[in-house]
């Protein structure tokens, strides 16, 4: 009887939505670099708690703040099960059915594998619970309300995982993912429609980026006058080959992101960006 009544308690201490983890943590410790998790969900300034939440994204529709995803069960993601996780990922959706605002890259995060999800998932769960509350999106009217991001989707959202290009090198596959998928580059080095929608037509050929400031052309109509060695060294420290530094957002990528990818995963993101079609920049 004592046993039972223990074994009793134990299972109702454990927090709604916590089972455990099925992934491998450490492999999505490696994914979450490279999808720059902490970027968007670690507070700019010294101290700051690790995917606590409170960083800022000033775009044209006012300002979103990333939000606390340590598994803390009020103030974090601790109440959710890995397929709300992956709901979010590939759908956009909150774990009461309601519309991510795109601010969150879900339209690029839905390109992942599932096996990648779920390791993702296991690397969040492992993470230190923090009491952070959560910010509000600080948007202008009327592009708070939650049900308008319906239309949105059906004019620029398509879910599901990015297929390989049957015609591609595994290399390039890689690539294409790392871009397109976890890096999320489109995001922010593809221009925009006046509804916030990618312009597909300008896929990752710059323009003005989600806080107004000018954003460079991935495509090789930029790339190719630095060769292989020295796009990599900018990759990985930031400095160009005539001796300038990546600057604000772009250093932060270079620090928490690319830098920290594989030689493997870099050269075939190097590789991918290769292979695009060269697209002039826009008329400034």
Not at 178 to 190: D, I, K, P, S, Y
Request: net charge positive; hydrophobic share 40%; glycine share 10%.
């Amino acid at each position: 009887m004592r046993f039972t009544l223990l074994a009793l308690a134990l299972l109702l201490s454990i927090p709604v939505g916590a089972a455990p983890a099925q992934g491998d943590a450490t492999r999505g410790q490696y994914l979450a670099k490279a999808a720059g998790c902490f970027g968007c969900h670690t507070e700019d300034r010294k101290g700051a708690t690790p995917f606590a939440g409170g960083r800022a994204l000033k775009t044209p529709f006012g300002t979103f703040f990333g939000p606390n995803i340590t598994p803390h069960p009020q103030a974090g993601i601790g109440r959710w099960s890995e397929s709300d996780f992956i709901r979010a990922m590939r759908y956009g959706e909150r774990p009461d059915g309601s519309n991510y605002f795109p601010a969150f890259p879900y339209p690029s995060f839905t390109r992942i594998a599932d096996a990648d999800l779920r390791d993702l998932w296991a690397f969040l769960q492992s993470l230190p619970p923090s009491a952070t509350a959560s910010k509000p999106h600080d948007l202008d009217f009327p592009f708070g309300f939650r049900f308008a991001v319906t239309f949105w989707k059906w004019l620029y959202f398509t879910p599901g995982p990015l297929a390989p290009d049957p015609k591609a090198t595994a290399a390039l596959n890689r690539g294409a993912y790392l871009v397109l998928a976890l890096g999320h580059c489109g995001e922010c080095h593809t221009p925009r429609t006046f509804l916030g929608g990618p312009r597909s037509d300008r896929a990752l050929a710059g323009g003005k980026g989600p806080e107004g400031k000018a954003i460079p052309n991935l495509t090789p109509t930029k790339l190719k006058k630095w060769s292989d060695a020295e796009l990599k060294d900018f990759l990985t420290t930031g400095l160009t080959p005539d001796g300038d530094v990546a600057a604000e957002a772009m250093a932060e990528v270079v620090r928490n992101t690319i830098s920290q990818l594989t030689a493997d995963d870099l050269a075939a993101l190097i590789a991918y960006l290769r292979s695009l079609p060269p697209l002039a920049d826009e008329a400034r």
